[in-house]
């Protein structure tokens, strides 16, 4: 059976993990740092802060910036719920925005139409989505982020690889050359996996800094930064207490132990190979599909030919198949071909529709009504690509 993603882990992944599984530090030793430093090297991030998984990550950049109660926020409504989770958990109110029907993403249009159902005075951020690893037009968003005043945040969880247009140059996703802050996950089905894992980059060094003590419970250690002498230094003597912590504002516990980072680096130095295999295998899907054009067409952001894609979308008219969505993944599960739905759209959940009565976004109901995520995973072959469109020409064909 091919799923529709899965992780590639060889036996240098594993060795890598019992190295740091024999050794004195299972959690906060020298594994994070190192993860986070090949992290920065490999998006071009002045800071990356690794966490428990993505949903944190997202959590932690909304606390960074202060988000609370009476703010306000814009997120794509095509996404995983986390995106809208991570800001709505500081108490922020989420604006859904509406995307391009084809692609799924968050185009400048979307975006305005939802800044202009915001109230301006209490919009603090927009969150954008790389969805299935394709891009959104971040230099035309950033330029209405800016304008509007607002912060910018990317979560490229399914982006690790991906580049972007700057200037008469490119840049890579995570490196927030245009945006405040980017989020990643390393769950086993993204591009990269260390278990359950996360990562948020960013420019600002203090950012960096309160991130950093927002993932171990907002605990202050930098003794120059205490408040209360009685806690960090010795009566009489003025002298430091070696075991002195303050807390000075309340943070999680998001740290990510040092075996996941051994992993998350074993795999990070993969990209170079999992990159190029995803889009050797995303190329052979566009081939082999371009026949069946009539039947499915993939959901792709055409002038990002550099994406390395997350998921391999492929759109349906289902109706006009006179097959359901779920008769339709039945067959294809029959003849071996795992597929999913990304995503519902987050407006449509009970918990949002509550507090969203009436919202309509054709945009992200069409999507949502056409797609389905095909196998895609580096450990798959062309033969495996040839499997999955055999499959579909004989499940839509009529
Ligand atoms: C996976 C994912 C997340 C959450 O990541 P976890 O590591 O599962 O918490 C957030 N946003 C998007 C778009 C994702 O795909």
Redesign the pocket.
Known sequence: MLAYGRQSIAQDDIDEVVRVLRGDFLTTGPEVPKFEEAFCAYTGAPHALACA????A?HMIAMAMDLKPGDQVIVPSI??V??ANGPHYCGAEVIFADVDAETGLMTPHALKEAMARADKSRLRAVFV?HLNGSRVDLEAIAKLTKEAGVALVE?A??ALGSTYPVGNGTGNVGDCALSDFCAF???PV?TITSG???MVTCRDPEMAARLALLRNHGLERDKDLFTDPEIGFEVGTGEHNPWAYELQMLGYNYRLTDFQAALGRSQLAKMSRFGPQRKALVAAYRRKLAPLAHLVTPALNTDNEDAVLHLMVGRIDFAARGKTRRQVMAQLRELGVGTQVHYIPIHRQPYYAKLNPGLNLPGAEAYYAGCLSLPLYPDMTEADVDTVVRALATVLGD
Do not use: Q, R
């Open positions: 998984n993505g949903t944190a997202l996404s995983f986390a995106t989505v979560d969880c399914h996950s390393f769950h993204k359950e894992g996360g």
